[in-house]
């Protein structure tokens, strides 16, 4: 019977874990429930960096109940202070008698310190309940505290036929409305977006959400122009002081352009390269900034760029029934390709779905270990 309480419970905290999407970078989504004689007393989770732990906030609720109660939390709760103390020891000094714990975290600073000071306390732990579900729920946070990267997804739009676009460029719309609709989702839980100068020049985006909810989010826009093409009329450049936006070029760039950018509100980065800046130094920068999450929207080249270094974690793959056809049609992935067939990349975990007339395929590149 515990077994199955133990599943229950901490399904409610990776419930309430999840309603943090896309806020908490560079931390995890933690949810903690207190439970009690089979009733829950106290309940919550973290809602962005530097506001309290999820199990601090279940234990305030909880208040003095807590003792002798069972706490479950989707994550090994840390032993390390950072912005706020241990939630370890809060536990213990609460009086928690038993910690049903989803995944132990690989973050070097805790990687099974908080499960030891829960067990030196004598509190009853258990780990690895609902493990799948609490390692999918943070696998963005786990690549970037095991390598400093972000977590890459990749995002296209193709037709039946394989196309991202007609010969002569047009490419609005290949997917449906849904389809688009659950991008701007994807962009709303998602830290910054990334696109080449070729897709600003073609299409002159924008780059936010556009959804009809109050906490909506526009993720930061990285722009890759290696000679600082980006026109200062574009939409980039006029929204830059509402949202902000990096551009990412070369030393050779032109410097008058690189002020003009600069007073307009947006971010230069230099970096050693040629017209093809290396796109795995972008990703270092990207870290070190404590942004977790990056979605790809570019073209054909980009999207190559990335495929053969390996960069991409995750894809979000939209099929909508349309053939266009066209020799010089462009396709989703440009770039040298895969010279023999054997040594083609395989998509795993592979999901397929329907948003209206288009078929959404979801799987990934690289697992995180």
Same mark, same amino acid.
């Given at each position: 019977?515990?077994?199955?309480?133990?599943?229950?419970?901490?399904?409610?905290?990776?419930?309430?874990?999840?309603?943090?999407?896309?806020?908490?970078?560079?931390?995890?989504?933690?949810?903690?429930?207190?439970?009690?004689?089979?009733?829950?007393?106290?309940?919550?989770?973290?809602?962005?960096?530097?506001?309290?732990?999820?199990?601090?906030?279940?234990?305030?609720?909880?208040?003095?109940?807590?003792?002798?109660?069972?706490?479950?939390?989707?994550?090994?709760?840390?032993?390390?202070?950072?912005?706020?103390?241990?939630?370890?020891?809060?536990?213990?000094?609460?009086?928690?008698?038993?910690?049903?714990?989803?995944?132990?975290? #690989?973050?070097?600073?805790?990687?099974?310190?908080?499960?030891?000071?829960?067990?030196?306390?004598?509190?009853?732990?258990?780990?690895?309940?609902?493990?799948?579900?609490?390692?999918?729920?943070?696998?963005?946070?786990?690549?970037?505290?095991?390598?400093?990267?972000?977590?890459?997804?990749?995002?296209?739009?193709?037709?039946?036929?394989?196309?991202?676009?007609?010969?002569?460029?047009?490419?609005?719309?290949?997917?449906?409305?849904?389809?688009?609709?659950?991008?701007?989702?994807?962009?709303?839980?998602?830290?910054?977006?990334?696109?080449?100068?070729?897709?600003?020049?073609?299409?002159?985006?924008?780059?936010?959400?556009?959804?009809?909810?109050?906490?909506?989010?526009?993720?930061?826009?990285?722009?890759?122009?290696?000679?600082?093409?980006? #026109?200062?009329?574009?939409?980039?450049?006029?929204?830059?002081?509402?949202?902000?936006?990096?551009?990412?070029?070369?030393?050779?760039?032109?410097?008058?352009?690189?002020?003009?950018?600069?007073?307009?509100?947006?971010?230069?980065?230099?970096?050693?390269?040629?017209?093809?800046?290396?796109?795995?130094?972008?990703?270092?920068?990207?870290?070190?900034?404590?942004?977790?999450?990056?979605?790809?929207?570019?073209?054909?080249?980009?999207?190559?760029?990335?495929?053969?270094?390996?960069?991409?974690?995750?894809?979000?793959?939209?099929?909508? #029934?349309?053939?266009?056809?066209?020799?010089?049609?462009?396709?989703?992935?440009?770039?040298?390709?895969?010279?023999?067939?054997?040594?083609?990349?395989?998509?795993?975990?592979?999901?397929?779905?329907?948003?209206?007339?288009?078929?959404?395929?979801?799987?990934?590149?690289?697992?995180?270990?």
């Amino acid at each position: 019977m515990d077994y199955f309480k133990d599943q229950e419970y901490m399904q409610k905290a990776l419930e309430l874990a999840a309603q943090a999407r896309g806020r908490t970078s560079p931390n995890p989504m933690v949810g903690a429930v207190v439970v009690k004689d089979g009733q829950i007393i106290g309940q919550g989770y973290h809602i962005k960096a530097g506001t309290p732990h999820a199990e601090v906030i279940a234990l305030r609720e909880a208040g003095a109940n807590a003792r002798g109660a069972t706490l479950y939390v989707n994550l090994e709760p840390c032993s390390h202070y950072g912005r706020t103390p241990p939630c370890a020891e809060a536990i213990v000094k609460a009086g928690i008698t038993k910690v049903v714990i989803g995944c132990l975290d #690989p973050n070097p600073l805790v990687a099974g310190k908080g499960l030891e000071i829960l067990q030196n306390a004598g509190i009853e732990t258990r780990v690895n309940v609902l493990q799948e579900k609490a390692l999918k729920l943070n696998e963005a946070f786990f690549k970037y505290i095991k390598t400093g990267l972000p977590f890459v997804s990749l995002k296209v739009a193709m037709t039946l036929d394989g196309k991202i676009a007609t010969s002569t460029g047009d490419s609005r719309w290949i997917s449906s409305a849904d389809s688009r609709q659950y991008v701007h989702q994807l962009r709303n839980f998602t830290d910054a977006i990334m696109i080449g100068i070729g897709t600003v020049l073609k299409d002159d985006p924008l780059l936010n959400t556009r959804l009809d909810i109050s906490d909506k989010r526009d993720p930061i826009r990285v722009i890759i122009d290696s000679k600082l093409d980006l #026109p200062l009329e574009s939409q980039i450049v006029k929204t830059a002081s509402k949202q902000p936006t990096i551009v990412f070029c070369n030393h050779q760039a032109d410097a008058e352009k690189k002020e003009l950018l600069i007073k307009n509100a947006i971010e230069i980065i230099a970096i050693e390269g040629g017209d093809i800046l290396p796109l795995e130094e972008v990703l270092r920068c990207l870290g070190k900034m404590g942004i977790m999450t990056l979605l790809v929207e570019g073209g054909g080249e980009i999207n190559g760029y990335l495929m053969a270094k390996g960069l991409i974690d995750k894809l979000y793959w939209f099929i909508a #029934p349309k053939l266009v056809g066209g020799r010089q049609a462009p396709t989703p992935v440009g770039g040298i390709g895969i010279p023999v067939l054997k040594e083609a990349l395989r998509v795993k975990s592979m999901e397929i779905s329907r948003l209206g007339e288009d078929i959404l395929i979801t799987g990934y590149i690289n697992l995180i270990d």
